[in-house]
Structures are given as structure tokens and as C-alpha cells.
């Protein structure tokens, strides 16, 4: 008996040490670079034990405004120290007199230190160049002045830039001949994700200091600079934004209390959006929240703003020549207790936007042709998307991560019911469409009817100014509405300001002239919430900007959508104007 024992205790031994060899070789040799459910790269791992190291920056592709200027990110030559020098008698007093610091400041932080950082905290002092260069030339261990990379927490148009997440959080992975590890960051959402293949980490670059076992450091091995192998990375994206009004224009959209909603800024000769704000504003650290939507490009109940397309169409049919409404009713004949207008032509129905006139010339049109609602919506681009897309290098892609396209009806039949129509013609019952596809419909009716894709991105370039690819203009698809009705639409459109009581009004007296619309939309009536809009375009004459402002699932008590229209139309003034006295805009 005691023989089985032992020889049992002895096999239980030698499957024992069997597996702890197997489980070695794993560890050793077969998974070093992607350990366990969670790809720990144990090689990387092994060197963090026997290094300190400050990441100066990730590698990541990194997002520009259209001049260059950096959007996400900021690039600060700084004082990066390590922590060792806690147990080194290192010449503070000289590093403080540079910098201008007290010296107790620079050694207390040091004591504080884990890792290496940068002096300052989250607001890192700013050194200049002869500051730089001083400190350097001290060559102390640990005691560095670098150029450093550093993410801001607030991020101009966030939503559109979008967000990342660790490959290893991906349940699918998008990478499978790519050798990425865990931590690597990939785009999830917005640009962050359509340009990801263009974004991902070549490397990180960063500085290296090998320590002894005590963290000390190990005297004889200079600090190393590690950066990409390949210099062309990381990427530069160019987006077709100008900070200086988007910065200006978040900050409007929130003194005007904008809880949902946003605006969207189009160059028209370019069909590039220079400025672009949704609210809720994103939750950096929940990719997922309500708030990483973009509004802008989700549909939405537009109202009385889509009653441009039905004057489009009955400008085509000649439906309301000569012919006058009664704007005391509501489009079901009864008498409007909120609006008495009473008879108005078609011009000053439009300016006032009387709903009994859009509901009457819809029908009427909608006698002759049940299809004309879809028809001009498409003509006027408010459904189907009005992003970029096309192929690079073989490879269909779209700019506009997750644009909505826009409806007029639920189900088709609907059309053969003129009180549906009619409930239609005014931009309620199913009809939906993105703020961004409003602002091109603005856009494409300045243009003279010629309809353009909206880019936010200009081009890829390789680190060292080299373009990558560049996006070309591109026309949509499909029949445009004519140059004359375009024309007249322009007309129709300046007229909402010019008329006194126009629901324009307001915006008569702007450095620049302004044309447009304004719409309500009931979107839940028992809450009785409402989508308020003003899309329009300016200077008149010489159309430069599309714009739309809109606050979504709003109340009654809120403000129209004019005085924050306004508000950036003179920020946009004053913006050209300083380029044109800088001599950088004609």
C-alpha cells in the first residue's frame, strides 16, 4: 500500500512539474507577445520593470484644423523629471533658476513622483527655446526639456473627431493580420474610426532610462530617445475645420443654452464644414454615452424649414401664381387660434411661413404628382447622405461616420392621403432630415441649384508633409433643381428677413446679409416638445457660408433659433474681416 501511495505522490509530482515546464514555454517562448484572455505582451511588460519611461508621444495620427493648427492635441516643450533623482544630489537651485521656479516646488514634486512627468501637472510649464536649450546643457540624469504631446481634455468638435478604445476592449478584432497589442488605441466612432487604418501607431516615441532594482539609475547608460522606426509616421489628418470659429462657436451654442441640438457651418464654394457643434457634449471617458452622437448628422423632424422644397416644386408647377391663402386656417380649414395672418400671397406666405398655403399647394401638386415631395427632397439632397464618399485606393469610404439619410415617409401609401400630404408639406408627420443635409440644401440653392458632397476632411498627410490622399470635390448624384428656381428660392429666402413680419426679421440688420428659414416641428405632443430651426445662407449677393442653428426636443418657452444664427454670423464677419486686414483672405 504505502509503495502506490508513493508512487502515486510521485506521478502526482512529476504531472505537476510537466505542467509548471509547459506553462513556462508558454510563457517563455510561444506567448510572449499576447499572454492570456487579456494579450499582455510580456516582452514589453518585462523591459517597463526594468526601465522608466515618459511617452512623448503615442504615435497615433493626430487631427489638424484647415491652417495646421492642432485640434485634439498640443505640442509643449516642457520639463520632464524622473523620479530617481529623489535619491540623487542633483543641482535643483540651477534647473529653478532657468525656469523661474521656486526650488522646494521642483524637489517636493520629485518626492511625490512614482514615474516620470511633466513639471506642472496637468497645466506643464511652457519653456521657451533658450530655457530648453540651458537646461539641456546641463545634462543632469533624469532632468530633461523635450517637446511633449499631450491630449486636451476639451476637444473642438468632438463628436465629429470622435473616440478611441483599446484594441483589446474590441469583442471583434478588426486587425487580425496585424500584430497589435492590447493597449494600442483604434478608433471607435467619427473620424477616429473611419481614418483608423490611416491613424494607427507606428510606435510610440519616448524617452528611456534603465534603473536598478532599487529604481535607481543604472550610471553608464545614457537616457534613450525611442521613436517610430519609420519617420513619415504618425499621420497628419487635415480636416477642413477653422479652430478659431469652432472655438467660437461651441462657446455660443452654450451661452444659448442649447441642451440638445447644435449648428453646422458650411464653406460653399468648397462644401467644407468649418465649424460643427453638437449637444449633449461627449463624455471623454464613456465613448457610449448619449452625448458621443452626433446630433448634426442624425435625422430629425425638420418643420416648417421644409417648406423650401415644396416652394421648389411649386415654382416648377407655377401652383401658386397669382394666387392668395387664407393664413387665418389651419391646414384642416379650421381657424388658427395661434396665428391670424389672414390672405398672403405666396411670397409673404413663405416669409411668414403660413402652413395652410404649404398644405394647399402640396395637395394641389400631389393631384399631378403623388412623388413630388421625394422627388424634390432628392433635387434638394435633404434625404440621402450628403457626406464624402469614394474610393481611396480602391476602397469605397465614407467620411461622415454614421450620417442618417434622411425620409418622407414611413409607408409609401401614405402619399395617396391628401391630409398626409398636407401634414408633409410642412415638414411634419414622417419627414426627416439631418441638420447637415438642411445646411447643404442651403448650400446647394446658393450654388445656383448645383449640389456638392460635404467634406471635414481635406487630406492625409505623412509626418513629414507629404500628402497621403487628398479628397477631391464631388458632385451628388442625381437632378438638380434649375438654375431659375434656384433663383427664385434665393429670392423667397432673403425675403423671410427683408418682410417686416417675416419670422427672419430679426436678422435684418447683420454685417453681413443673411437669406433663410426658420421651422418648428412638434415632435411629442402630450410633452409638447418641439424642434426649433433657422438654416439659411450669407452674405446674400455673394453666398460664402451655409449655416443651420437647431435646438431639438425643446419647449415652447425656449428661444427661436435666430438669435444664436445671428450671434455666429457676426463671429464669422469679424473672423474675415481680421483675414482680409492680415491680408490672408481677399
Given at each position: 500500500?504505502?509503495?502506490?501511495?508513493?508512487?502515486?505522490?510521485?506521478?502526482?509530482?512529476?504531472?505537476?512539474?510537466?505542467?509548471?515546464?509547459?506553462?513556462?514555454?508558454?510563457?517563455?517562448?510561444?506567448?510572449?507577445?499576447?499572454?492570456?484572455?487579456?494579450?499582455?505582451?510580456?516582452?514589453?511588460?518585462?523591459?517597463?520593470?526594468?526601465?522608466?519611461?515618459?511617452?512623448?508621444?503615442?504615435?497615433?495620427?493626430?487631427?489638424?484644423?484647415?491652417?495646421?493648427?492642432?485640434?485634439?492635441?498640443?505640442?509643449?516643450?516642457?520639463?520632464?523629471?524622473?523620479?530617481?533623482?529623489?535619491?540623487?544630489?542633483?543641482?535643483?537651485?540651477?534647473?529653478?533658476?532657468?525656469?523661474?521656479?521656486?526650488?522646494?516646488?521642483?524637489?517636493?514634486?520629485?518626492?511625490?513622483?512614482?514615474?516620470?512627468?511633466?513639471?506642472?501637472?496637468?497645466?506643464?510649464?511652457?519653456?521657451?527655446?533658450?530655457?530648453?536649450?540651458?537646461?539641456?546643457?546641463?545634462?543632469?540624469?533624469?532632468?530633461?526639456?523635450?517637446?511633449?504631446?499631450?491630449?486636451?481634455?476639451?476637444?473642438?468638435?468632438?463628436?465629429?473627431?470622435?473616440?478611441?478604445?483599446?484594441?483589446?476592449?474590441?469583442?471583434?478584432?478588426?486587425?487580425?493580420?496585424?500584430?497589435?497589442?492590447?493597449?494600442?488605441?483604434?478608433?471607435?466612432?467619427?473620424?477616429?474610426?473611419?481614418?483608423?487604418?490611416?491613424?494607427?501607431?507606428?510606435?510610440?516615441?519616448?524617452?528611456?532610462?534603465?534603473?536598478?532594482?532599487?529604481?535607481?539609475?543604472?550610471?553608464?547608460?545614457d537616457v534613450k530617445y525611442?521613436?517610430?522606426?519609420?519617420?513619415?509616421?504618425?499621420?497628419?489628418?487635415?480636416t477642413t475645420l477653422d479652430?478659431?470659429?469652432?472655438?467660437?462657436?461651441?462657446?455660443?451654442?452654450?451661452?444659448?443654452?442649447?441642451?440638445?441640438?447644435?449648428?453646422?457651418?458650411?464653406?460653399?464654394?468648397?462644401?467644407?464644414?468649418?465649424?460643427?457643434?453638437?449637444?449633449?457634449?461627449?463624455?471623454?471617458?464613456?465613448?457610449?454615452?448619449?452625448?458621443?452622437?452626433?446630433?448634426?448628422?442624425?435625422?430629425?423632424?425638420?418643420?416648417?424649414?421644409?417648406?423650401?422644397?415644396?416652394?421648389?416644386?411649386?415654382?416648377?408647377?407655377?401652383?401658386?401664381?397669382?394666387?392668395?391663402?387664407?393664413?387665418?386656417?389651419?391646414?384642416?380649414?379650421?381657424?388658427?387660434?395661434?396665428?391670424?395672418?389672414?390672405?398672403?400671397?405666396?411670397?409673404?406666405?413663405?416669409?411668414?411661413?403660413?402652413?395652410?398655403?404649404?398644405?394647399?399647394?402640396?395637395?394641389?401638386?400631389?393631384?399631378?404628382?403623388?412623388?413630388?415631395?421625394?422627388?424634390?427632397?432628392?433635387?434638394?439632397?435633404?434625404?440621402?447622405?450628403?457626406?464624402?464618399?469614394?474610393?481611396?485606393?480602391?476602397?469605397?469610404?465614407?467620411?461622415?461616420?454614421?450620417?442618417?439619410?434622411?425620409?418622407?415617409?414611413?409607408?409609401?401609401?401614405?402619399?395617396?392621403?391628401?391630409?398626409?400630404?398636407?401634414?408633409?408639406?410642412?415638414?411634419?408627420?414622417?419627414?426627416?432630415?439631418?441638420?447637415?443635409?438642411?445646411?447643404?440644401?442651403?448650400?446647394?440653392?446658393?450654388?445656383?441649384?448645383?449640389?456638392?458632397?460635404?467634406?471635414?476632411?481635406?487630406?492625409?498627410?505623412?509626418?513629414?508633409?507629404?500628402?497621403?490622399?487628398?479628397?477631391?470635390?464631388?458632385?451628388?448624384?442625381?437632378?438638380?433643381?434649375?438654375?431659375?428656381?434656384?433663383?427664385?428660392?434665393?429670392?423667397?429666402?432673403?425675403?423671410?428677413?427683408?418682410?417686416?413680419?417675416?419670422?427672419?426679421?430679426?436678422?435684418?440688420?447683420?454685417?453681413?446679409?443673411?437669406?433663410?428659414?426658420?421651422?418648428?416641428?412638434?415632435?411629442?405632443?402630450?410633452?409638447?416638445r418641439l424642434n426649433k430651426?433657422?438654416?439659411?445662407?450669407?452674405?446674400?449677393?455673394?453666398?460664402?457660408?451655409?449655416?443651420?442653428?437647431?435646438?431639438?426636443?425643446?419647449?415652447?418657452?425656449?428661444?427661436?433659433?435666430?438669435?444664436?444664427?445671428?450671434?455666429?454670423?457676426?463671429?464669422?464677419?469679424?473672423?474675415?474681416?481680421?483675414?482680409?486686414?492680415?491680408?490672408?483672405?481677399?
Amino acid at each position: 500500500m504505502m509503495k502506490k501511495r508513493i508512487a502515486f505522490l510521485a506521478c502526482f509530482i512529476m504531472l505537476l512539474l510537466v505542467l509548471l515546464a509547459a506553462r513556462l514555454v508558454q510563457i517563455q517562448l510561444i506567448s510572449t507577445e499576447s499572454f492570456s484572455a487579456h494579450h499582455v505582451n510580456l516582452i514589453e511588460a518585462s523591459v517597463k520593470q526594468r526601465t522608466q519611461t515618459v511617452t512623448l508621444d503615442d504615435g497615433r495620427g493626430k487631427f489638424y484644423d484647415v491652417k495646421g493648427v492642432p485640434l485634439a492635441h498640443e505640442e509643449v516643450p516642457t520639463l520632464v523629471l524622473f523620479p530617481f533623482l529623489k535619491k540623487m544630489d542633483w543641482p535643483a537651485d540651477k534647473v529653478a533658476g532657468i525656469i523661474g521656479r521656486d526650488e522646494e516646488a521642483l524637489k517636493n514634486a520629485v518626492q511625490m513622483a512614482k514615474e516620470p512627468f511633466a513639471f506642472g501637472g496637468k497645466k506643464p510649464i511652457i519653456l521657451t527655446d533658450e530655457q530648453t536649450a540651458a537646461i539641456n546643457s546641463l545634462k543632469i540624469p533624469g532632468v530633461f526639456a523635450v517637446k511633449e504631446k499631450f491630449n486636451q481634455n476639451s476637444i473642438p468638435a468632438a463628436q465629429l473627431i470622435g473616440s478611441t478604445v483599446m484594441y483589446g476592449s474590441l469583442k471583434v478584432p478588426r486587425y487580425p493580420d496585424q500584430k497589435l497589442s492590447a493597449e494600442t488605441r483604434v478608433g471607435y466612432r467619427g473620424l477616429q474610426r473611419t481614418f483608423d487604418e490611416f491613424l494607427l501607431s507606428g510606435g510610440d516615441s519616448k524617452l528611456v532610462y534603465h534603473v536598478d532594482a532599487n529604481g535607481g539609475p543604472m550610471f553608464g547608460v545614457d537616457v534613450k530617445y525611442v521613436e517610430p522606426a519609420n519617420p513619415l509616421y504618425p499621420v497628419k489628418v487635415i480636416t477642413t475645420l477653422d479652430k478659431g470659429l469652432q472655438d467660437k462657436a461651441e462657446k455660443l451654442v452654450d451661452e444659448h443654452g442649447i441642451k440638445k441640438g447644435g449648428i453646422v457651418l458650411i464653406d460653399i464654394a468648397s462644401s467644407e464644414i468649418r465649424a460643427i457643434v453638437s449637444r449633449p457634449s461627449m463624455e471623454k471617458r464613456n465613448p457610449d454615452a448619449e452625448g458621443s452622437v452626433n446630433l448634426m448628422f442624425r435625422q430629425a423632424a425638420p418643420g416648417s424649414v421644409f417648406k423650401t422644397v415644396v416652394a421648389a416644386a411649386a415654382i416648377d408647377y407655377q401652383a401658386a401664381k397669382n394666387k392668395t391663402f387664407n393664413c387665418s386656417l389651419t391646414i384642416e380649414g379650421k381657424k388658427d387660434k395661434k396665428h391670424d395672418y389672414g390672405p398672403l400671397n405666396f411670397e409673404n406666405s413663405f416669409a411668414q411661413s403660413c402652413n395652410r398655403a404649404f398644405a394647399e399647394l402640396g395637395q394641389e401638386i400631389s393631384a399631378k404628382n403623388q412623388d413630388f415631395l421625394k422627388q424634390y427632397a432628392e433635387k434638394l439632397n435633404v434625404i440621402g447622405g450628403s457626406g464624402w464618399k469614394g474610393n481611396v485606393y480602391h476602397t469605397p469610404i465614407e467620411q461622415l461616420d454614421q450620417e442618417d439619410k434622411g425620409k418622407i415617409w414611413q409607408d409609401e401609401k401614405l402619399k395617396k392621403d391628401p391630409r398626409m400630404v398636407a401634414k408633409s408639406s410642412i415638414g411634419q408627420q414622417d419627414v426627416q432630415a439631418t441638420p447637415l443635409a438642411i445646411a447643404n440644401m442651403m448650400a446647394t440653392i446658393a450654388r445656383g441649384g448645383e449640389k456638392e458632397m460635404v467634406k471635414a476632411v481635406k487630406k492625409v498627410e505623412f509626418n513629414n508633409g507629404t500628402s497621403i490622399v487628398s479628397f477631391p470635390d464631388m458632385k451628388i448624384s442625381g437632378k438638380p433643381i434649375s438654375p431659375y428656381t434656384a433663383l427664385k428660392l434665393q429670392q423667397l429666402l432673403r425675403g423671410v428677413v427683408t418682410s417686416p413680419k417675416g419670422t427672419g426679421a430679426p436678422l435684418a440688420d447683420l454685417p453681413y446679409e443673411v437669406a433663410g428659414k426658420s421651422g418648428t416641428a412638434q415632435t411629442d405632443i402630450k410633452r409638447k416638445r418641439l424642434n426649433k430651426w433657422f438654416a439659411g445662407y450669407f452674405p446674400y449677393k455673394n453666398p460664402k457660408y451655409a449655416l443651420v442653428a437647431v435646438s431639438l426636443d425643446t419647449d415652447e418657452k425656449s428661444e427661436t433659433m435666430t438669435p444664436l444664427f445671428g450671434d455666429i454670423v457676426k463671429e464669422v464677419y469679424k473672423e474675415d474681416q481680421k483675414q482680409v486686414n492680415d491680408g490672408t483672405k481677399e
